[in-house]
């Protein structure tokens, strides 16, 4: 496979039992929480659009109805809008199902991020490709994807996008060992750790949601066996392609630096969305002086 064969898959998986946001998932998946006024893996799925990546593979569980939903057309409610001439709603409605070409592919067994990717072998085969973690939302003002995937075709290798994050936030990621690559805006990858304890931590930067990675990410989770948790890692798959030379081998780091919403835990997903509607210019002038007011009370 040579190094530049260009990317256009991206996998995102979204099999996660979202427990953390019992009971609303229990019949629902996370990934179609509302973050404002679109679920959380629409934004996902538009900035892999706009990158360029418009062939997206979801990984599944059980609870998939609502995203293959979601994604798909709605002909009844979209004649009915345009008998109303309502074009607001109507463009909105229309937009989850323009965003590219989606896949579906379940993960039957829970074992982890690792195996989840796993999962999408037989649909990308032998070429590079995007991994996007839902929980992580990037701002679409500010470029992460289109920079890894860059690097990627640069490299051969597999990309990682890394933030600097305080020393005792690092074990709730994974964390990577660099230094820097002369000339260059991205750094090499020596070693990468899945949720070290703050004190075993080589660096403060930890891996955000965003993946692009050689094929060859394969062949070595199958021979992962599990790690942290019990489950199979992708970190310590990446682990071993950063110490590996040659064909697949390599994996390389983008720092970024702008906006990232994590929409992970109760309280980041309340934080996402207030800091998300406040900037949209429908809602944000109303919602920022209410939040003054309300603020002032407390
Ligand atoms: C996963 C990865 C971790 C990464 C994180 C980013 O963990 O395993 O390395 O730092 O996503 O959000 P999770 O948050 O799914 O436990």
């Known amino acids: 496979m040579p190094a530049t064969t260009p990317i256009t898959k991206a996998v995102i998986p979204a099999a996660g039992l979202g427990t953390r946001f019992l009971p609303a998932t229990k019949a629902m998946p996370k990934e ?12 996902v799925v538009a ?31 979209e004649a009915a809008l345009e008998e109303k001439g309502d074009e607001k709603k109507l463009s909105a409605v229309r937009e989850a199902s323009c965003l590219g070409d989606i896949h579906y592919v ?3 067994d829970p074992k982890g991020l690792g195996h989840a990717v796993l999962c999408a072998e037989r649909h990308v085969g032998d070429e590079p490709f995007a991994v996007l973690l839902g929980d992580d939302l990037i701002d679409e003002r500010d470029e992460l994807l289109g920079e890894m995937i860059r690097v990627q075709q640069a490299t051969g290798g597999s990309v990682v996008a890394l933030m600097e994050v305080p020393a005792e936030a690092i074990s709730a990621y994974g964390c990577a060992d660099v230094t820097p690559v002369e000339g260059e805006s991205y750094v090499q990858v020596h070693g990468l750790v899945e949720k070290p304890a703050p004190e075993d931590a080589p660096s403060n930067l930890a891996i955000i949601g965003r993946y692009v990675l050689h094929p060859a990410v394969f062949e ?7 790690g942290r948790g019990g489950e199979i890692q992708l970190t310590d798959a990446l682990q071993t392609l950063a110490k590996r030379e040659g064909e697949g ?19 980041s997903y309340l934080k996402a969305v207030v800091t998300l509607a406040s900037e949209r210019d429908d809602l944000g002038p109303e919602l920022r002086s209410w939040l003054g007011e309300f603020v002032a009370e407390f």
């Open 249 to 267: 081998g390599g994996v390389y780091g983008v720092v970024f630096r702008g906006r990232r919403y994590d929409t992970g835990d109760k309280l």
């Open 220 to 226: 070595v989770l199958k021979e992962t066996g599990p």
């Open 106 to 108: 379940r993960q039957r």
């Open 32 to 43: 179609m929480l509302p973050v404002v006024d679109r679920p959380a893996i629409q934004y």
């Open 47 to 77: 900035e892999a659009a706009r990158a360029g990546l418009d062939n997206v593979l979801v990984i599944t569980g059980r609870s998939k109805r609502a995203l293959e939903d979601h994604f798909d057309r709605v002909p009844t409610l």
